[in-house]
C-alpha cells in the first residue's frame, strides 16, 4: 500500500515529464502510459507500458518520455525493445478496448489535477 501511494506521489511529481503521452487505467484497474498506435498483423491497437510496484518508471524513462513524440516509430520501438528486454511490462489493446479505457475514472481523483465531467460518462 505504501508503495502504491509512493507510486502516484512520484507520477504527481512527474507528471510534466508524461505530459505528452497518455495514462490511463486498463481493463485490470492498472496504471498504463500509451506509447504508440499499430495496426500490424491487420489489428488496429495500441501498445502500452503498464507501470506497478514491480515495474515502476525510471528517471531515464521518464528523460525519455519527455522526447518521446519527436522520436520515429523505429526509435521507439528500439525502447520498447528495451523495456521488454529488462522485464517491464510492455503489452497491446485492440481498439474497441481502448474507447471503453477512456471512460473510466482517472487515476488521478483530484480535480485540481484533472478536470473530468461526470455527464460526459
Known amino acids: 500500500m505504501t508503495k502504491s501511494i509512493c507510486l502516484i506521489v512520484y507520477f504527481l511529481l512527474s507528471a510534466k515529464c508524461l505530459k505528452a503521452q497518455k495514462l490511463f487505467k486498463n481493463i485490470n484497474n492498472e496504471l498504463c502510459i500509451k506509447l504508440y498506435k499499430t495496426d500490424k498483423l491487420n489489428v488496429e491497437g495500441i501498445v502500452y507500458m503498464v507501470i506497478d510496484d514491480e515495474n515502476p518508471l525510471e528517471r531515464n524513462d521518464s528523460l525519455i518520455f519527455m522526447k518521446w513524440s519527436k522520436f520515429k516509430q523505429l526509435e521507439?520501438?528500439?525502447?520498447?525493445?528495451?523495456?521488454?528486454?529488462?522485464?517491464?511490462?510492455?503489452?497491446?489493446?485492440?481498439?474497441?478496448?481502448?474507447?471503453?479505457?477512456?471512460?473510466?475514472?482517472?487515476?488521478?481523483?483530484?480535480?485540481?489535477?484533472?478536470?473530468?465531467?461526470?455527464s460526459k460518462l
Do not use: A, D, M
Open 76 to 118: 521507439q520501438s528500439k525502447y520498447v525493445q528495451n523495456w521488454t528486454s529488462l522485464g517491464k511490462r510492455v503489452e497491446i489493446e485492440n481498439f474497441p478496448c481502448y474507447q471503453f479505457f477512456q471512460k473510466l475514472q482517472p487515476f488521478i481523483n483530484n480535480k485540481k489535477y484533472y478536470k473530468h465531467s461526470k
